[in-house]
C-alpha cells in the first residue's frame, strides 16, 4: 500500500474503496449497490475518456470532495493510490470465466453500432477471428492486463494505451503481478461466479446495510453452443494467464 503522507495532529486519514471495474463481470450491479449505500457524492467514478488520466479526476476535485470520498469506481488499472497519498486505499475487483467474458465483449460490441468496434467485428465474422487479429486488448488477457497496472491506464481502445504487446504469451508478468498483489493482500478478487460472496466481502468492509440487488447492464445467457471449436479455441488460447486467475479466484470460493 502506499505511503501515506503526515497530517496535521488529529485529522484522520481516510480509507477510500477502489472497485477495479473489469468489463463484462458485473460491475454495474456493484454500482447500483454502492448508490444504495452511499450518496453520489462520495462516490467517483471513471469511465470514457477519463480511464486514460485518472489522476486528473481526483486533480479536479475540490478539497471537502476528496475529503469525502468513500469509493472510487471505473475502467481503471491498479495503481490510482500512487496519486492519493492523503489517503489509504483497498482495491476489489471480479473477475470471470474468459470463455464467458470474452464472449460477452464480443456480444455487447457486435450489437450496439456505436461501439467502437462494431464495424470491425462484423467485418471479421466471428469471435476466433477478431480475437486472432488482436482487434482489441480486451480479448487478450485483459483482466491481468487492467489488474496488474503493468499495460497503462487500461487497455482499452480508444482510450488507454497499450503497453504489453497482443499474443498468447505476452502476459505472464501481468499474471504473476496480479498474484503478487493477491498474495499480498493488495487486492481482493471475487467471481462473477460467486458473486453474492464477493458482495458480502465488500459490504462488510464497506459497511454497507443495503446489499439488495437486481441485475443491470446484463446481456442474454451464456451457453456453450454461441461458440464454435474455433472460437473456444481461440479464446483459450489467447486468454490463459486470465483463465489461470480466475481459476485462482474461484477456488479461493469453493
Given at each position: 500500500?502506499p505511503n501515506v503522507a503526515?497530517?496535521?495532529?488529529?485529522?484522520?486519514?481516510?480509507?477510500?474503496?477502489?472497485?477495479?471495474?473489469?468489463?463484462?463481470?458485473?460491475?454495474?450491479?456493484?454500482?447500483?449497490?454502492?448508490?444504495?449505500?452511499?450518496?453520489?457524492?462520495?462516490?467517483?467514478?471513471?469511465?470514457?475518456?477519463?480511464?486514460?488520466?485518472?489522476?486528473?479526476?481526483?486533480?479536479?476535485?475540490?478539497?471537502?470532495?476528496?475529503?469525502?470520498?468513500?469509493?472510487?469506481?471505473?475502467?481503471?488499472?491498479?495503481?490510482?493510490?500512487?496519486?492519493?497519498?492523503?489517503?489509504?486505499?483497498?482495491?476489489?475487483?471480479?473477475?470471470?470465466?474468459?470463455?464467458?467474458?470474452?464472449?460477452?465483449?464480443?456480444?455487447?460490441?457486435?450489437?450496439?453500432?456505436?461501439?467502437?468496434?462494431?464495424?470491425?467485428?462484423?467485418?471479421?465474422?466471428?469471435?476466433?477471428?477478431?480475437?486472432?487479429?488482436?482487434?482489441?486488448?480486451?480479448?487478450?488477457?485483459?483482466?491481468?492486463?487492467?489488474?496488474?497496472?503493468?499495460?497503462?491506464?487500461?487497455?482499452?481502445?480508444?482510450?488507454?494505451?497499450?503497453?504489453?504487446?497482443?499474443?498468447?504469451?505476452?502476459?505472464?508478468?501481468?499474471?504473476?503481478?496480479?498474484?503478487?498483489?493477491?498474495?499480498?493482500?493488495?487486492?481482493?478478487?471475487?467471481?462473477?461466479?460467486?458473486?453474492?460472496?464477493?458482495?458480502?466481502?465488500?459490504?462488510?468492509?464497506?459497511?454497507?446495510?443495503?446489499?439488495?440487488?437486481?441485475?443491470?447492464?446484463?446481456?442474454?445467457?451464456?451457453?456453450?453452443?454461441?461458440?464454435?471449436?474455433?472460437?473456444?479455441?481461440?479464446?483459450?488460447?489467447y486468454n490463459k494467464h486470465?483463465?489461470?486467475?480466475?481459476?485462482?479466484?474461484?477456488?479461493?470460493?469453493?
Open positions: 500500500m503526515k497530517l496535521p495532529k488529529g485529522v484522520s486519514i481516510p480509507e477510500i474503496g477502489v472497485f477495479l471495474h473489469v468489463p463484462r463481470t458485473g460491475g454495474t450491479t456493484v454500482r447500483l449497490v454502492a448508490e444504495a449505500n452511499l450518496p453520489l457524492g462520495q462516490i467517483l467514478a471513471i469511465y470514457g475518456p477519463d480511464i486514460e488520466h485518472p489522476e486528473q479526476c481526483l486533480q479536479r476535485l475540490h478539497e471537502p470532495t476528496r475529503r469525502a470520498l468513500k469509493l472510487i469506481r471505473g475502467h481503471i488499472s491498479f495503481g490510482i493510490h500512487k496519486h492519493m497519498p492523503w489517503a489509504r486505499c483497498y482495491y476489489f475487483t471480479l473477475v470471470r470465466n474468459p470463455i464467458q467474458r470474452v464472449w460477452s465483449l464480443w456480444n455487447y460490441a457486435y450489437r450496439h453500432k456505436a461501439h467502437h468496434l462494431y464495424e470491425a467485428l462484423h467485418e471479421l465474422g466471428s469471435i476466433g477471428a477478431a480475437v486472432r487479429a488482436g482487434v482489441s486488448v480486451e480479448f487478450n488477457n485483459g483482466m491481468c492486463r487492467q489488474l496488474s497496472g503493468l499495460d497503462g491506464p487500461f487497455p482499452q481502445e480508444p482510450y488507454g494505451s497499450t503497453l504489453i504487446p497482443y499474443g498468447p504469451d505476452e502476459t505472464e508478468a501481468a499474471f504473476e503481478e496480479v498474484m503478487e498483489r493477491v498474495d499480498l493482500r493488495q487486492i481482493s478478487v471475487g467471481t462473477t461466479e460467486y458473486f453474492d460472496a464477493f458482495l458480502y466481502v465488500l459490504a462488510e468492509t464497506m459497511d454497507w446495510k443495503n446489499r439488495d440487488h437486481g441485475k443491470a447492464n446484463t446481456g442474454p445467457p451464456f451457453h456453450n453452443s454461441f461458440l464454435s471449436d474455433d472460437d473456444h479455441a481461440a479464446i483459450l488460447e486470465d483463465t489461470r486467475l480466475w481459476e485462482f479466484a474461484t477456488s479461493m470460493c469453493d
